[in-house]
């Protein structure tokens, strides 16, 4: 028997499962689609099928827990159609087949029922991306599972026909538009707790084109990187990773004040660990990054990398421990979170002490709490000129996101790095934004000529929206779609172009 999800707010009020699997037709528009859309916007959200009960020291579930439910808006003509379908990883066949939760704590398998300890940790509920025909759900520490992208059924747990040497997979691999490669990278590659991480790019043809092996300063918190046309930024967070704190029943990660914030630079082309380098800066959290270019000096040599990206000054998940606090740590509800630009020095001189370089303090693009920050995918690794995020508008109250995740984002908001213009999208009361994603008003519409596609959470109708905004009009969308279901706070998704997908 299914028994009720317990009392604790990442499981209740509009973050109660979903656990809805079908499809719905034609969904009501308001205003109007436009006509130029031809395409799918997938998004995922964690979503337990079932009630996390399983742990013998008791629930501990952190909202990026639970099982990955793939939703496809397919946007043609003005209509949009809807389909969602859970990810049938091995992890929840074999809890439907029990009717009961068998995995324990986020992330560790030592809490899990024995039964099941060795099979795929995987809920792949990150990130779902298209490459050569799949749609790829995700989840870091794991390879992908492979869907079908028109029906979403599962075609199975892929390791790319063998190609993919590394245990893990990131959620954030980058699409770099001029080579179509895939540009991807695992941590804790060799398995849970080691320092092993591997950089590898595969081709728009499916086969594997760079690899390299190389060692991380310590194991941790390796979620996102900037990406641009010669190197891969990787940023490693200051969570640790300690598999004796998770044998004896902790979490994956915990947060510690007393470490650097660190980057790894690697060049795209080689496979020569040695060519790796690190960079750090203050003890601080990049949650993601919106893009990466480089500059190229007269000889041709890169001089300079550039990581824009949402940086916390401080632990942005408080749901994990923490070590080394101090009284002047920020809390949840007082931390600074900006959008940020850090520049990577490759002419500085390298310290010969053993340290790191010291990045210098990053320029500052928007100052108002945000997170999710996107940008036209077609300037993937190129100087682009716009940035779209998610953003916090708090009336009267200093700038500060009151909770994690999605409370507190009300609001879209366009940068134009240009001009140094900031337009926002804001939502009426008791609204909470999801992760957006743009899609060009044409294939060779300019860079940011086109719609921002995001979904809405309505607290008072218990609902969720889609939006579509015209960023030549971003005050106000130009259509709202009734999902008519309610749809938990979702990580992230991508639109992909209908003739992208023939
Ligand atoms: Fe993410």
Redesign the pocket.
């Known amino acids: 028997m299914a028994v009720p999800f317990p009392d604790i707010p990442w499981l209740q009020g509009f973050d109660k499962p979903c656990r809805f699997e079908g499809e719905v037709r034609n969904l009501i528009v308001h205003g109007e689609v436009p006509k130029q859309l031809d395409g799918t916007f997938f998004r995922v959200m964690p979503d337990p099928h079932i009630s996390p009960s399983y742990h013998e020291n008791g629930i501990h579930y952190i909202p990026f827990d639970g099982d990955g439910n793939v939703s496809a808006f397919r946007v043609k003509d003005g209509h949009v159609d809807f389909r969602q379908q859970y990810v049938k990883t091995e992890r929840l066949v074999k809890e439907r087949e029990a009717r009961q939760s068998l995995w324990g704590r986020y992330q560790n398998p030592y809490t899990s029922h024995p039964c099941v300890r060795a099979a795929i940790e995987s809920t792949a509920n990150?990130?779902v991306v298209y490459y050569h025909g799949n749609l790829l759900a995700l989840k870091e520490y794991t390879l992908p599972y492979s869907l079908d992208p028109v029906t979403l059924e599962t075609r199975g747990y892929w390791d790319f026909d063998g190609q993919i040497s590394s245990r893990s997979f990131t959620?954030?691999p980058k699409v770099d538009p001029k080579t179509q490669e895939l540009v991807c990278w695992g941590t804790q590659a060799k398995g849970p707790g080691t320092t092993d991480c591997c950089y590898f790019a595969l081709g728009p043809d499916g086969k594997k084109t760079e690899e390299c092996w190389f060692q991380n300063p310590f194991c941790g918190f390796l979620?996102?990187a900037g990406v641009s046309e010669d190197y891969v930024a990787l940023m490693l967070v200051p969570m640790r990773v300690d598999i004796e704190k998770m044998k004896k029943g902790g979490l994956h990660y915990y947060y510690d004040h007393d470490l650097d914030l660190h980057w790894g630079l690697v060049p795209r082309r080689g496979s020569d660990a040695t060519k790796v380098r690190w960079f750090t800066w203050k003890n601080s959290f990049p949650?993601?990054t919106a893009n990466a270019y480089q500059e190229v000096g007269p000889d041709g040599e890169v001089e300079k990398v550039f990581v824009e990206t949402v940086l916390a000054q401080g632990n942005v998940l408080p749901f994990f421990p923490e070590e080394n606090r101090k009284d002047n740590s920020p809390t949840i509800s007082n931390i600074k979170i900006q959008l940020v630009r850090f520049c990577f020095d490759l002419k500085a001189e390298v310290p010969t002490d053993g340290t790191y370089q010291r990045l210098s303090d990053p320029e500052v693009l928007l100052d108002l709490p945000c997170e999710f920050p996107r940008i036209d995918d077609r300037f993937t690794g190129q100087k682009q000129r716009f940035i779209f995020c998610a953003t916090a508008h708090v009336t009267g109250e200093p700038n500060s996101l009151s909770l994690v995740g999605s409370a507190g984002l009300n609001s879209y908001t366009m940068v134009d790095l240009s001009l140094g213009k900031v337009e926002h999208c804001l939502f009426r009361p008791n609204s909470l934004v999801q992760e957006p994603c743009f899609a060009p008003r044409s294939k060779d519409a300019s860079e940011g000529d086109g719609f921002l596609i995001g979904l809405v959470n309505r607290l008072d109708t218990m609902l969720t929206e889609m939006v579509v905004i015209d960023t030549k009009n971003f005050s106000k969308p130009v259509a709202v779609v009734e999902v008519g279901l309610r749809l938990r706070q979702g990580?992230?998704g991508n639109w992909v172009e209908a003739s992208e997908m023939e």
């Open positions: 990150t990130n959620a954030h979620h996102d949650t993601h990580l992230h």
